[in-house]
């Protein structure tokens, strides 16, 4: 590493270093992640189990946390929902075993905003966390989109359907948004993880696939139909026809 840290920081709103923390239960993958996140400008907390995560989560507020799959004492979408219970916006990205794609899924559904598959690439995980929390922190826009009877608040980031209460985590949020900005438009796989995740997910694109399953899951299930796929060349979102 250089002796200069990257000047491609960002910082709380009071200046200070944004704060991560990282639950994992192998020692050489905390102690590779801390390094390399200290490097970045980030302060970081360190657990080796759910309950340690949830009592460093309490202590420390994270702006942001590298959560494993797979503890010791608890699961780690266990450890989410207590974690969500108390800081419902905190970006969460999931640690997972690369062939364990349930997991992925599983993760995704239960509210995580993203996943990295072990083992990584450092500046991957790095560019993820970037992207998360600048989505985070930077200003919305005052407005509303509405598409049909579905209904997002760009300022307050509510969402309805017919009415109804949507709950988004970030990440689905900005997907939602994104359509609903291009509606009846077909947006590639490619063109989608460019605009909402910001980075190069190396072979990884089917984090949009289960993104938008998830999505589906929260504004489709028991509704006409409004995000649609188009085999081989994207997604489009339309108003549900009765």
């Given at each position: 590493m250089d002796a200069t840290a990257p000047s491609?920081?960002?910082?709380?709103?009071?200046?200070?270093?944004?704060?991560?923390?990282?639950?994992?239960?192998?020692?050489?993958i905390v102690e590779l992640l801390h390094l390399a996140l200290r490097y970045e400008g980030w302060d970081v907390t360190t657990a080796a189990d759910g309950a340690e995560a949830l009592r460093a989560a309490r202590e420390t507020r994270?702006?942001?946390?590298?959560?494993?799959?797979?503890?010791?004492?608890?699961?780690?979408?266990?450890?989410?929902?207590?974690?969500?219970?108390?800081?419902?916006?905190?970006?969460?990205?999931?640690?997972?075993?690369?062939?364990?794609?349930?997991?992925?899924?599983a993760g995704l559904a239960a509210g995580g905003d993203d996943y990295v598959t072990k083992p990584f690439v450092l500046e991957e995980v790095t560019a993820r966390l970037r992207s998360l929390v600048r989505r985070t922190l930077r200003g919305l826009e005052d407005g509303l989109?509405?598409?049909?009877?579905?209904?997002?608040?760009?300022?307050?980031?509510?969402?309805?359907?017919?009415?109804?209460?949507?709950?988004?985590?970030?990440?689905?949020?900005?997907?939602?948004?994104?359509?609903m900005r291009h509606p009846g438009r077909v947006l590639s796989k490619v063109l989608i993880l460019d605009r909402v995740w910001s980075y190069d997910v190396g072979g990884q694109g089917n984090v949009v696939e289960l993104s938008i399953s998830c999505l589906r899951r929260k504004i489709d299930v028991g509704r006409a139909p409004m995000i649609h796929t188009l085999r081989g060349a994207g997604y489009v979102l339309r108003p549900g026809r009765p």
């Open positions: 491609d920081q960002l910082a709380r709103p009071d200046g200070s270093p944004l704060r991560v923390l990282v639950v994992d239960d192998e020692p050489s994270p702006d942001a946390v590298l959560l494993d799959v797979m503890l010791p004492d608890m699961d780690g979408l266990q450890v989410l929902a207590r974690l969500r219970a108390d800081l419902p916006h905190v970006p969460v990205i999931f640690l997972t075993a690369k062939d364990a794609v349930e997991d992925r899924v989109l509405v598409v049909g009877d579905l209904v997002l608040d760009e300022e307050t980031h509510e969402v309805t359907r017919g009415g109804d209460d949507v709950v988004l985590t970030a990440t689905e949020f900005e997907l939602l948004r994104f359509l």
